[in-house]
């Protein structure tokens, strides 16, 4: 079982910048994919972004064009980059290995510690 674990987060004011980080322990995360999601208060867990094993990427619609995710092997760490963030952004970010089937990015791993994002307006 690996074991994930998700940090950078922060308090940021609208327009602003930050880069979360996953690193994971108890097996490399070469040859795998990977996904962020990301839950706002009283709503559910939802998709951001992931990249597969062979660096394709994939995001979802309101982050597409601010938000890129990109993995570092020697480090066994993925980022996300997340540019011009709104206020809507504000949600505990989680990151996880993915199952990818189609279009649908299915996490496949109990979920790990997430980091809280807020953007101020």
């Known amino acids: 079982q690996v074991q994930l674990v998700a940090s950078g987060g922060g308090l940021v004011q609208a327009g602003g910048s930050l880069r979360l980080s996953c690193a994971a322990s108890g097996r490399t995360l070469s040859g795998f994919g990977m996904g962020w999601f990301r839950q706002a208060a009283g709503k559910e867990r939802a998709f951001v972004g992931g990249v597969s094993w062979s660096g394709g990427t994939n995001y979802a619609e309101p982050v597409k064009g601010r938000f890129t995710i990109f993995r570092d092997e020697a480090k066994n760490t993925v980022y996300l980059q997340m540019n011009s963030l709104k206020p809507g952004d504000t949600a505990v970010y989680y990151c996880?290995?993915?199952?990818?089937?189609?279009?649908?990015?299915?996490?496949?791993?109990?979920w790990g510690q997430g980091t809280q994002v807020t953007v101020s307006s």
């Open positions: 996880n290995v993915v199952l990818i089937q189609g279009s649908a990015w299915q996490p496949l791993y109990n």
